[in-house]
């Protein structure tokens, strides 16, 4: 029954991602005919820039980020421990650690050149740089603070989300001056949002595999199983049809 309902409100949460682009390209439409006055219309497509963000944030924080796994003693060969281990652990926790210290540069970027002309926040040097993913590991490994990072992720999503309503809206060119602006070599600068975030769920998810309970303290974490791969696919799935709200929408 719970499953049921899951697939419910997933099918009914895609459906409206789908059906949202169209209902404000008809906004913008009745915008467009008086578009130098404020009326309800043009009130109702400016905010309408908040509604998908504001989904991704809380289907993020219902479904992808307080997982829970089966932790059973295991005293078989399907284990990753010892070196490999240390490795895992490092690559993953620098990884994410790094895309947190450079999406919130992006955000603090994008507020400054917006709203403050003149005025550039000069972007990280390598000991600054190492000391902020330090800072951020150190976070990640304490479960209240994981989560707590996880939230201000999700807020700074929203953010630049926002900002980028507003980019298009207003028909604001982005050059290289932005640093959002040289991720990927893309124009299409939701989609270079989506892909950071998808990239650092991704990465979350897997640190929260590696941490669950007491691995890191048992130095033992067990090869993930099939059951464990249903989240990535599930954040492939919902993320994709995300892009093709975008999408439609431009």
């Known amino acids: 029954m719970i499953i049921k309902n899951n697939t419910t409100k997933?099918?009914?949460?895609?459906?409206?991602?789908?059906?949202?682009?169209?209902?404000?390209?008809?906004?913008?439409?009745?915008?467009?005919?008086?578009?130098?006055?404020?009326?309800?219309y043009s009130i109702l497509y400016y905010l309408s820039g908040a509604i998908c963000p504001s989904l991704v944030c809380l289907n993020s924080l219902k479904n992808y980020t307080y997982y829970n796994f089966n932790k059973e003693k295991i005293y078989s060969i399907k284990v990753i421990k010892g070196k490999r281990l240390l490795f895992i652990v490092a690559i993953n926790l620098i990884?994410?650690?790094?895309?947190?210290?450079?999406?919130?540069?992006?955000?603090?970027?994008?507020?400054f050149n917006l709203f403050f002309e003149g005025i550039n926040i000069p972007k990280p040097d390598i000991p600054q740089l190492s000391f902020l993913i330090f800072l951020i590991s150190i976070l990640l490994i304490i479960k209240k603070s994981r989560f707590l990072l996880k939230k201000i992720i999700l807020i700074n999503f929203i953010l630049i989300s926002l900002y980028l309503w507003h980019l298009q809206i207003n028909n604001i060119s982005v050059d290289d001056q932005f640093h959002i602006y040289r991720y990927f070599g893309l124009d299409d600068l939701n989609l270079i949002n989506l892909l950071i975030l998808v990239a650092i769920e991704i990465s979350f998810y897997t640190w929260s595999f590696i941490s669950y309970k007491t691995n890191l303290s048992d130095w033992i974490v067990p090869k993930p199983q099939k059951g464990d791969v249903?989240?990535?696919f599930n954040i492939f799935i919902f993320y994709f049809f995300i892009i093709i709200y975008y999408s439609i929408l431009t």
């Open 95 to 111: 990884f994410l650690s790094y895309l947190i210290v450079d999406y919130t540069y992006i955000n603090f970027d994008l507020i």
């Open 10 to 40: 997933l099918i009914f949460t895609l459906s409206f991602l789908i059906i949202l682009p169209f209902v404000q390209k008809q906004w913008f439409n009745l915008y467009s005919l008086n578009i130098n006055d404020i009326s309800f």
């Open 230 to 232: 249903i989240p990535f």
